[in-house]
């Protein structure tokens, strides 16, 4: 159902952005990937086939810049939100400048919003829009106020902008612990311990892979009946 569909993905040229970059092109889909990074967006669409993806440098956090980029790039079917940084893990509030936690909203959050407000005028008729949560929102450990404060309110946002937007359907993906580079500033010794440890107490005991969430993405780009969901990906982490 995504052949000859045009499908956005802002975060697409690495992590779970690519993959479902890639995945769609499977399908048929033709593909825009925007990042912060030139380069970036530019091995991202090298490393698809050839013809099927086109890609736009651009910062997520200037609305100005989100503006301008659909204004440029028209109509299309499907938007993916999948743009992030690695969020302060571990941070406790007391210890935490207020400053610095604020700048992680203006991608996760204010970006979304700045790009919902840019995108949907130019979305075709059975269009949808997927955003990102993450698990932390629903069983949030000591350390992840931060996250916990933004994932959550990607789940408000997606349910009262399913109400607003309509038609368009507008959904969103809970991610569990997934290995991409968000992951990168832990050392890596450390990040490997954490994957090892979480794995063991998974039910399906392992961590999750960036392919393992880009089917969520997909089948709510494909269900035209579901809208105000999100779905949570987390290899039942939030049961145990």
């Given amino acids: 159902m995504l052949k000859e569909k045009r499908i956005v993905v802002l975060g697409g040229s690495r992590g779970i952005g690519f993959a479902v970059a890639e995945q769609a092109v499977l399908e048929g889909a033709s593909i825009v990937i925007v990042a912060s990074q030139p380069?970036?967006?530019a091995d991202a669409v090298d490393r698809l086939p050839k013809g099927s993806a086109t890609g736009r440098a651009v910062d997520l956090?200037?609305?100005n810049a989100t503006r301008q980029?659909?204004?440029e790039l028209g109509e299309f079917d499907h938007l993916a939100?999948?743009?992030?940084?690695?969020?302060?893990?571990?941070?406790?509030?007391?210890?935490?400048?207020?400053a610095a936690a604020r700048e992680f909203f203006e991608l996760r959050y204010w970006g979304v919003l700045a790009a919902v407000?840019?995108?949907s005028p130019h979305m075709r008729p059975g269009g949808s829009i997927v955003l990102t949560g993450g698990t932390s929102a629903r069983r949030p450990p000591a350390g992840f106020a931060f996250a916990a404060s933004i994932c959550g309110a990607i789940e408000s946002l997606t349910r009262a902008l399913a109400i607003e937007l309509a038609p368009i359907r507008v959904n969103a993906v809970v991610p569990g612990m997934v290995v991409t580079d968000l992951w990168s500033g832990i050392p890596a010794e450390t990040?490997?311990?954490?994957?090892r440890e979480t794995a063991a107490k998974l039910p399906v005991e392992r961590v999750?892979?960036?392919d393992d969430l880009a089917e969520a993405y997909l089948s709510f780009m494909r269900g035209?009946?579901?809208t105000g969901q999100a779905v949570v990906v987390d290899g039942g982490g939030t049961l145990v």
């Avoid at 939100?81 to 207020?98: I, N």
């Avoid at 990040?191 to 994957?195: C, L, S, W």
Wanted: glycine share 10%; aromatic share 12%.
């Fill in 61 to 63: 956090k200037s609305a």
């Fill in 208 to 210: 999750g892979t960036p």
């Fill in 39 to 41: 380069k970036s967006v």
């Fill in 224 to 226: 035209g009946y579901t």
């Fill in 191 to 195: 990040r490997e311990h954490i994957f």
């Fill in 117 to 119: 407000q840019a995108a």
């Fill in 81 to 98: 939100y999948t743009a992030g940084e690695p969020l302060p893990f571990g941070s406790r509030v007391v210890d935490t400048d207020l």
């Fill in 69 to 71: 980029l659909f204004a």
